[in-house]
């Protein structure tokens, strides 16, 4: 693949995609080319390769499972229409901590879950970079430095935060001095004061959290209302999602996206370059090529590991790209224990979406003899009433006429989340299902997870924060709920190919043509919502893959 | 009895804002299906049912409201079980969806009978509770829960399952004073103890008024 080789591969405009602002946009059929890069998964880290990559001039196809949505007509606001949003095609999880899947941390359609994530834009810190040599080893966990550090990635954290128009605090009192933030920070909601009146008491920092939601207008697209339904789907397009910023702009620069195309396999035409995917178009049996110069995966922590293991073939009889064998392994979520308490005043938590959200991340460090490495972040959250009551009738085992009494209240409740460190293991792994496959016939993934002592002693830690936190505020009655968020890992990225799938510029180690640019090539999992630096990571691997093209390499 | 469930909101109808600019078309239909729509069961058959029912009964009471007026549950189970909509993930000590909710109900039945040698929905609601609690922690007699977890199926599955389809009905929305879509008109009043006019009121204010 060269830069020239594309001004021959040009499908015409004969398709259309749903534009953001109601009717449609003209689109590229490439159905027939070899294209430059086929990216697979439209979501946070696919939609960013994918749109970079048009703009430089390569004829590009993103696939996506599931369908491209309208956002003036496709999103409800309501709980328990919004499923179709989220992977809902079996998954199986266990192990010692089984991991919910599906709504909690898993897109499906163009934009990925971008279309209903919470928008905390923040970036990792340079010591995220570098755990092994600060904080390793641990027992029992593979606590390591990453093939890249910190500088690598913060031009390219920077290009992701104007392009996506974040809204923060004047200044951010966390991290690397950094500049301003594209827009400005988002008035406080209820939550958020008061965890801000609990830090405050406390002599805890804390500062409005920065967000991917427009607190003014930028490119015809309005600015926040607050509508508190962020994680069902924006209908007003003031959240900056994947599928209102770099899918247009991929459309726009002649890459053709393809919604409800299910990849199967990447195809090899030998032992260490692939020429392609098949896929499935809607729930039709027929598998379709897609012929492609390179092939980048952007299906996140659980598809991108089964694809590779689906796509086995006689030179990688284990999975392609896994000669390393850690293809699925090292797989790892985030800590997401939340506290909730009740307050004299009304909070109304469903007024409490991200935007007007605060954030203290005094504890997102390795704390001195508090007994664990690593850290959390503690953020707001404003669950919606089925979310409210199941978290309520799960943590407390609540149920019955008291589960309905304290529901009456539920205007005067307010709680806490942290994003809390999780220690990589080799036995925390996505793997092929024995006996049980999707409706295409493809195996499905099996998530196994248990935390790491390190990880439940942080949690142990960050509950108990909350719970003070809360109560210095005002609040009273707390309790507190297990859970996770996010996934990471799965194909990390580092610089040896005995152990690790990707090298620093996403590359996998076997296959010259084959890249990963999403969550999955996290090496260790940051404490900060990891959406800003996966797209920071798949920015700078567009900008690599660019640069390889331009020297012979691809 | 009935006073045990006094809302904070009496005589509030989240219905009523369904021609506000708070509700979009695309959200009316969406809602009306889950007011109008009150299938029969398709996938489970009357005597899960009736069993189903009597456990939900347990798990959200709804003795304040006649049996035509009581927000419905178990269709939806059904309806969920029947088109086989999944959740995108199932704990691999629990069985297929369908599967799952077929040998629970006879769990519970069995539990029942072992402790007191009577079909669950013969129970007296303090022995029912006897039942779901020693389900609740995975200590139930009963062949059916050699094969599926019966905890994780209590909290994971079934609790939450009868709380969202509760909690996802207009007439849940106006008990608790939850003021529902805002789509396309927002909120402005998002600070503590800030009230907009177009949600609900716990006492008459100058905006009900006007």
């Not at chain 1, 220690?423 to 792994?429: D, K, T």
């Not at chain 1, 190919?497 to 043509?513: F, G, K, L």
């Not at chain 2, 994971?156 to 509760?166: E, F, I, M, T």
Request: glycine share 8%.
């Amino acid at each position: 693949m060269t830069n020239r080789s594309r001004t021959s591969t040009r499908g015409e405009w004969t398709l259309s995609a749903p534009s953001i602002n109601g009717g449609s946009v003209p689109m590229r059929d490439l159905s027939r080319e070899e294209v430059d890069v086929c990216v697979v998964g439209a979501g946070a880290s696919g939609s960013v390769v994918g749109a970079k990559l048009a703009e430089a001039g390569f004829s590009v196809v993103m696939l996506d499972a599931g369908p491209h949505w309208d956002p003036t007509r496709d999103f409800v606001s309501d709980e328990q229409s919004s499923y179709r949003l989220f992977w809902t095609d079996e998954r199986i999880t266990g192990g010692g901590d089984p991991v919910e899947l599906g709504a909690n941390n898993s897109g499906r359609g163009v934009g990925g879950s971008t279309v209903h994530y919470s928008m905390v834009a923040m970036r990792a810190h340079p010591e995220d970079f570098r755990r092994g040599t600060l904080d390793g080893p641990v027992s029992g966990a593979d606590v390591r430095d990453w093939p890249i550090t910190f500088e690598d990635l913060e031009p390219y954290y920077e290009e992701v935060e104007e392009a996506l128009q974040i809204a923060g605090p004047t200044h951010y009192p966390w991290g690397r001095r950094r500049k301003r933030y594209p827009q400005r920070e988002h008035e406080l909601n209820a939550p958020a004061r008061q965890l801000v009146y609990g830090c405050v008491k406390l002599g805890i920092p804390v500062a409005p959290a920065p967000i991917a939601t427009l607190s003014a207008p930028h490119d015809g697209r309005p600015p926040c209302v607050y509508r508190g339904f962020c994680n069902y789907g924006c209908t007003t397009n003031a959240k900056s999602s994947a599928l209102v910023t770099y899918i247009p702009r991929a459309i726009r620069a002649g890459a053709e996206v393809r919604p409800n195309a299910m990849v199967a396999h990447v195809e090899s035409d030998s032992g260490n370059h692939v020429m392609g995917v098949t896929h499935f178009r809607g729930e039709g049996p027929e598998l379709h090529l897609q012929r492609a110069r390179c092939v980048v995966l952007a299906g996140y922590s659980i598809e991108t590991p089964r694809l590779l293991l689906n796509s086995a073939n006689s030179s990688f009889p284990n999975g392609l790209a896994n000669s390393s064998g850690c293809v699925g392994k090292y797989f790892m979520v985030h800590s997401g224990n939340q506290a909730f308490a009740k307050f004299p005043d009304r909070i109304g938590q469903y007024k409490a979406p991200p935007p007007g959200g605060a954030i203290s991340e005094h504890f997102n460090r390795t704390i001195p003899d508090a007994g664990f490495i690593g850290g959390y972040t503690i953020e707001i959250v404003g669950p919606h009433p089925c979310d409210f009551a199941s978290r309520m009738t799960a943590a407390r085992g609540m149920w019955g006429e008291q589960l309905r009494r304290t529901m009456l209240d539920y205007n005067y409740w307010s709680g806490l989340g942290i994003v809390g460190e999780v220690l990589a293991q080799e036995s925390n792994a996505v793997s092929l299902a024995a006996d049980e496959k999707d409706l295409h016939a493809l195996p499905v993934a099996h998530v196994r997870f248990t935390f790491h002592q390190n990880d439940r002693k942080l949690i142990q830690h960050a509950t108990a924060q909350m719970t003070r936190i809360l109560e210095a505020a005002g609040g009273s009655e707390t309790w507190t709920a297990e859970r996770t968020a996010h996934l990471l890992g799965g194909c990390r990225m580092g610089n040896n190919r005995d152990d690790s799938v990707v090298n620093s510029d996403c590359r996998a180690h076997d296959v010259t043509n084959l890249f990963i640019c999403d969550g999955s090539v996290f090496a260790s999992s940051t404490a900060v919502n990891p959406s800003l630096t996966i797209q920071a990571i798949a920015a700078r691997a567009a900008d690599r893959i660019r640069d390889m093209a331009a020297r012979s390499e691809l | 009895m009935p006073d045990d469930f006094q809302s904070r909101y009496p005589g509030y109808d989240v219905l009523a804002k369904a021609t506000s600019p708070d509700w979009d078309e695309q959200t009316w239909q969406a809602v009306q299906d889950r007011i109008t729509g009150n299938p029969s069961a398709r996938f489970l058959t009357d005597a899960e049912v009736s069993t189903l029912e009597a456990i939900v009964d347990r798990i959200l009471p709804q003795p304040d409201r006649t049996k035509d007026h009581k927000v419905p549950i178990v269709p939806w189970i059904d309806a969920k079980l029947f088109h086989d909509r999944r959740d995108g993930y199932r704990y691999d000590d629990i069985p297929r969806q369908r599967d799952a909710w077929r040998l629970a109900i006879q769990g519970f039945d069995q539990t029942a009978r072992t402790l007191y040698e009577r079909a669950f929905v013969e129970l007296d609601s303090a022995r029912q509770d006897e039942v779901l609690r020693r389900v609740e922690s995975g200590d139930a007699p009963g062949e059916a829960w050699q094969s599926l977890s019966a905890s994780r199926f209590f909290k994971s599955v079934l609790c939450v399952s009868v709380v969202k389809a509760y909690y996802s009905h207009p007439t849940a929305w106006s008990e608790i004073g939850y003021s529902g879509p805002s789509s396309p008109r927002g909120h402005v009043r998002i600070w503590i103890g800030g009230v907009d006019s177009w949600e609900p009121h716990e006492r008459a204010t100058r905006w009900d008024t006007e």
